[in-house]
C-alpha cells in the first residue's frame, strides 16, 4: 500500500498573523513538501492543477519534473490532471516526457476540477463536462497505446496518422487514477479500462464514499478485469497532529475557521466526526485511517491533505515528521494484517513493465503452440 500527501496549492493568508505568502514562496513549499516526503518515507508526492487564483499550481509537470530532478524514490502524480479541458495529445505528451526524466517514478490522476470557469477560458462548456472527460480520456488512453493514430471525435480537431512524442517509456503508459467526489460515470470509466478509481472524500461521509467504491468494484468485475477485491482504490484524508490532542485542535481551530474551502461552515467537531479529517494526536489519526478500510476494503493508496489553508511551512514539515515517524509505519504493519494475497499492491512503472512483458510472453507461448 502507498502513502503519501497531495496539495492543492492554495496561497491562503495564515488566520494567526495576517501574512500571505508570495506565489513563489508558496511554489517554493510546495516543493519542499515534496522533498521532506521523501524524506520521511513517504511513498506517493501529488500536485492539483489549478488556473486561477488562490492557486498556484497551474503547470503540474513543469512543477514535478524540478522535483523528479531533486528525489530518487518518490512517486510523482497529479491530484487533479484536467482531463476536460487540457488537449490529450498535450497531457499525453507532456506526461510521457515527465516519464523519461523521472525514470518512470510517475502517474496521474483524472478528473474535472471544482473551478466551472476554467472550461470557458479554455474554450469548453462545462455542460458538456461528463462528455468531455469520456471522449478526451478514450483518445489518451490510445496515443500512449498505439504509435500511429487515426482519429475523430466531438471536441477536437481530427488526427491523421499521429504519433506523439515521445513514446512512454518502455512502451508502457503511465498509470492512470480518475478521481471524483460525485460522479458515478467516471467510477464506470476507471471500471471499464481497468485502471484506479481515487475517492477523494475529504468532505463526503463514509456511507457516500462506500456506495462509490463499491460501485467501480463491482463494474471493475463485470468488464472482466479481476474480482471486485482486486479493484485499484485510493482515498483521500485530511490529518493535523500534535503529541497532545487538545493542542492539536487548539493550534488548527483558526486555520480551520477560515479555510477557503470550508471555512465559516460546520464547525471543526462536526466536521471531524462526518468526514475523514482527523485533528489530534497520532494514534487518533492512526485509528480514524484505519476505520477507511471497513467501507472501502483493501485498497492501495492513501494520501493526506496537509499543507492548506494558510498553515505556515514549518508546521507542515512538523506534521511530515509525525506522519511519517509515527503514523505510516504503524498504518503499513496494520493494513497489511489479514490483507488477502490476491489483492494487488499500487501499480508502479515496475510492476506494469513486468505484467506486459509477461504478457508478451504468454502471447509468444501461443503462437508457437499454435504453429
Not at 463485470?222 to 482486486?230: A, K
Not at 479493484?231 to 485542535?249: H, T
Given at each position: 500500500m502507498q502513502f503519501g500527501i497531495f496539495s492543492v496549492g492554495d496561497v491562503t493568508p495564515d488566520p494567526t498573523t495576517g501574512r500571505t505568502p508570495t506565489e513563489r514562496e508558496r511554489i517554493k513549499a510546495m516543493v519542499a513538501i515534496a522533498l521532506k516526503a521523501e524524506e520521511v518515507g513517504l511513498d506517493v508526492f501529488a500536485t492539483g492543477e489549478h488556473h486561477n487564483p488562490p492557486f498556484v499550481p497551474s503547470s503540474p509537470t513543469t512543477m514535478l519534473g524540478y522535483i523528479a530532478a531533486r528525489t530518487e524514490r518518490l512517486v510523482l502524480s497529479t491530484s487533479t490532471t484536467l482531463i476536460t479541458t487540457n488537449d490529450p495529445v498535450k497531457i499525453a505528451e507532456d506526461f510521457a516526457m515527465l516519464q523519461h526524466l523521472a525514470d518512470g517514478r510517475v502517474d496521474l490522476m483524472m478528473g474535472r476540477g471544482n473551478t466551472g470557469p476554467v472550461y470557458p477560458w479554455f474554450g469548453k462548456d462545462i455542460r458538456q463536462g461528463i462528455n468531455l472527460a469520456i471522449e478526451n480520456y478514450a483518445l489518451l488512453h490510445r496515443l500512449w497505446r498505439e504509435d500511429v493514430v487515426d482519429w475523430e471525435g466531438k471536441f477536437r480537431t481530427p488526427l491523421q496518422s499521429f504519433t506523439s512524442t515521445p513514446r512512454p517509456l518502455d512502451g508502457v503508459a503511465p498509470f492512470v487514477w480518475h478521481g471524483s467526489i460525485r460522479s458515478p460515470e467516471i467510477a464506470e470509466q476507471a471500471a471499464y479500462y481497468g485502471d484506479g478509481f481515487f475517492h477523494n472524500n475529504i468532505f463526503w461521509p463514509?456511507?457516500?464514499?462506500?456506495?462509490?467504491?463499491?460501485?467501480?468494484?463491482?463494474?471493475?468485475?463485470?468488464?472482466?478485469?479481476?474480482?471486485?477485491?482486486?479493484?485499484?482504490?485510493?482515498?483521500?484524508?485530511?490529518?493535523?497532529?500534535?503529541?497532545?490532542?487538545?493542542?492539536?485542535?487548539?493550534?488548527?481551530?483558526?486555520?480551520?475557521?477560515?479555510?477557503?474551502?470550508?471555512?465559516?461552515?460546520?464547525?471543526?467537531?462536526?466536521?471531524?466526526?462526518?468526514?475523514?479529517?482527523?485533528?489530534?494526536?497520532?494514534?487518533?489519526?492512526?485509528?480514524?485511517?484505519?476505520?477507511?478500510?471497513?467501507?472501502?476494503?483493501?485498497?492501495?493508496?492513501?494520501?493526506?491533505?496537509?499543507?492548506?489553508?494558510?498553515?505556515?511551512?514549518?508546521?507542515?514539515?512538523?506534521?511530515?515528521?509525525?506522519?511519517?515517524?509515527e503514523v505510516v509505519p504503524v498504518l503499513r504493519q496494520e493494513f497489511a494484517k489479514g490483507r488477502p494475497a490476491d489483492v494487488p499492491d499500487a501499480p508502479t512503472h515496475a510492476s506494469l513493465l513486468a505484467a506486459a512483458r509477461g504478457s508478451q510472453k504468454a502471447e509468444g507461448s501461443q503462437e508457437v503452440s499454435a504453429v
Open positions: 463514509a456511507d457516500h464514499t462506500k456506495r462509490m467504491v463499491e460501485l467501480y468494484r463491482s463494474r471493475y468485475a463485470h468488464y472482466g478485469h479481476g474480482t471486485p477485491e482486486q479493484a485499484i482504490v485510493g482515498l483521500g484524508g485530511q490529518v493535523f497532529m500534535r503529541k497532545n490532542s487538545q493542542d492539536a485542535v487548539r493550534e488548527f481551530r483558526p486555520y480551520f475557521d477560515n479555510a477557503p474551502v470550508y471555512g465559516h461552515g460546520p464547525s471543526l467537531e462536526d466536521f471531524t466526526d462526518q468526514t475523514p479529517l482527523t485533528v489530534g494526536s497520532p494514534q487518533q489519526v492512526i485509528d480514524k485511517t484505519l476505520s477507511f478500510r471497513e467501507y472501502a476494503g483493501d485498497y492501495q493508496r492513501q494520501l493526506f491533505l496537509m499543507d492548506h489553508a494558510g498553515l505556515p511551512l514549518k508546521t507542515v514539515l512538523e506534521q511530515l515528521d509525525l506522519l511519517g515517524e
